[in-house]
Structures are given as structure tokens and as C-alpha cells.
């Protein structure tokens, strides 16, 4: 069994490369509207099973404290409600959370990105806001959206010519929501044939 280290150490790549998209995603997408699936961030179990499970964070690390899941689950809250409805009050929301998290500015030779300045979980957090603005300098946030599927909601990056998806995935939840559709048209059909 490996030694207890008291500050859990995440692990995040700089720039907007294929484990920034991931490990955004995943963050916004912890919480899955449908009964049976857990709120990875409703609980210090949880969080530390996500972190591990999605590896966010070596196997095994601890230190998470009620606080850092309090920070994550409302920032992943306010994420999504600024993909939903890009309001002053939303931004705002997000920006107090932003404001407790030191960020830096991270030179390459060619660009630059928003980096942490803290580790553990207010690394973490900070990260994922540096991801949010990267994606919004880059135009990338204005083609997130949520999955119409009431039981799913999960944002997804919408990739279409004129941003008209509507799911996250067209073979489960898009095919559920039309044939939930389908049903409910054929039910009416029959209860105006009586």
C-alpha cells in the first residue's frame, strides 16, 4: 500500500489540447441529471472517486476537504449556467468564484494560456477556469451547449454549421427523445381516433 501524502497532486497539461477538452468536459459533465447516476461532487467519497476514476489525480492521493468539493461542484454549477444562459448575473457568479483562485499568465514560445497558480483542488478549479478562458478568447464557448435530454443535460461542443444540435450523442439520447416523441404523437393519434 502507498504512503498517505496530505496534498492531493492533480495533473493537467498546459494549452487547450485533447487533455484540456477532456478533463473539461469531465469536469462540467460530472453531475448526469438521470436518478440512477451519482453527483460526483456531491460528497467527499465521490469527488475523491471521481478525481481517481477520471484521473484527475493519482491513485490513492488524499486530502480533500469539504471546502475544495464545496468549490468544485459551484464552479462546475456556474460553468453550466453561463453555457445556458450567458447572463451578467452569471458571469458575475463565476467571476467571484474566479477572484479566490490565483491565475497566471504562462508564455510559450508561440501562445499563451492561463495557468494555476495553486495545486490540489484550487489547482484543479483554477485550471478549468483558465480552460473556460481560453475556449471563450478562442471562440470555442460559444458552441458549447447542454444536451436537450432532460436526463442527461450534459454539455457537449456543438459542431455543426449553424449550431442546431440538440444532444450530446444522437444514437442514446437523440434517439431516445424522438421516440419519446414519436410515442406521445402516436398516443395522441389514438386518443383522437376514439
Known sequence: MSPVNSELVVMYTAGMDRDDRRLFFKFLNSHH???GVPDWFASRELFERWLTAERVAESGLIGVSSADVELAR???DALNALIDEDSPRNAAHLDTIASQLPLHVRFEADRSHLEPAATGIRGLTGRVLGIAHDAMRGGTWSRLSHCHNDECQWAFLDQSKNHSRRWCDMKSCGTKAKSRAYRA??????????
Do not use: K
Not at 185 to 194: D, H, N, P, S
Open 33 to 35: 441529471h438521470d436518478a
Open 185 to 194: 404523437r402516436q398516443r395522441e393519434l389514438r386518443e383522437r381516433a376514439r
Open 74 to 76: 459551484t464552479t462546475r
